[in-house]
């Protein structure tokens, strides 16, 4: 694929993030319930672990510019990142199967999410770890079946689609 049809499709995928994530979920001053990983996880799979992760830092930082919910931390930014270089180091050339997802996702939801981004609420919010830990975990148990699930079946249903157009042959 060319580097121009390459920034065009990444920056669909960033816009689709931001609508998923901004308008199409559930934020409390905790958790965020939502299916923003869904682009990600994607461009993380069609384009390897930088262009995933940079993806993710782009819709992050466009997200809050955009959209404004409390104050910038980068902390989330790098997660950000972590989480669409893990798809892609975990998916991209690589069988796109529920083993292969199901690494990813443990790994962004243990690391990421529960490790990382539970250290960002507390710097940002100053709440003691056993206020916001409990429906940390509990949103995590909910999400990941529902992460792995989802990938696997839009992967296969709407992947497949772009793996045979043009998008991905040299990626």
């Known amino acids: ?3 121009t049809k390459t920034i065009a499709f990444v920056g669909l995928l960033v816009s689709m993030e931001i609508i998923f994530t901004r308008f199409l979920s559930f934020q409390t001053p905790i958790v965020r319930i939502g299916f923003g990983f ?13 262009i995933g ?6 819709a992050d ?5 955009i959209f404004p919910r409390g104050a910038y931390f980068p902390g989330f930014t790098l997660s950000a ?11 991209h050339r690589k069988p796109v199967t529920i083993a292969n997802i199901t690494k990813a996702v443990l790994l962004i939801t243990i690391f990421v999410d529960l490790g990382l981004n539970s250290i960002w ?7 003691a770890a ?15 079946p529902v992460q792995i ?14 793996n045979k157009s043009n998008y991905a042959k040299e990626h």
């Not at 869904?38 to 930088?50: K, Q």
């Not at 992760?53 to 782009?58: K, N, S």
């Not at 609420?121 to 709440?127: A, D, I, R």
């Open 1 to 3: 694929m060319s580097k």
């Open 38 to 50: 869904i682009p990600i996880a994607f461009s993380g799979i069609l384009f390897g672990p930088v």
């Open 53 to 58: 992760g940079l993806a993710a830092v782009i």
């Open 61 to 65: 930082a466009l997200g809050m510019m």
């Open 81 to 91: 990142f972590l989480t669409g270089a893990v798809y892609g180091l975990f998916l």
């Open 121 to 127: 609420v507390y710097m940002t919010t100053g709440n």
């Open 130 to 144: 056993a206020a916001f830990l409990i429906p940390r975990i509990t949103k995590s148990a909910i999400m990941l």
């Open 149 to 162: 699930l989802t990938i696997n079946i839009l992967w296969r249903y709407i992947g497949s689609h772009i």
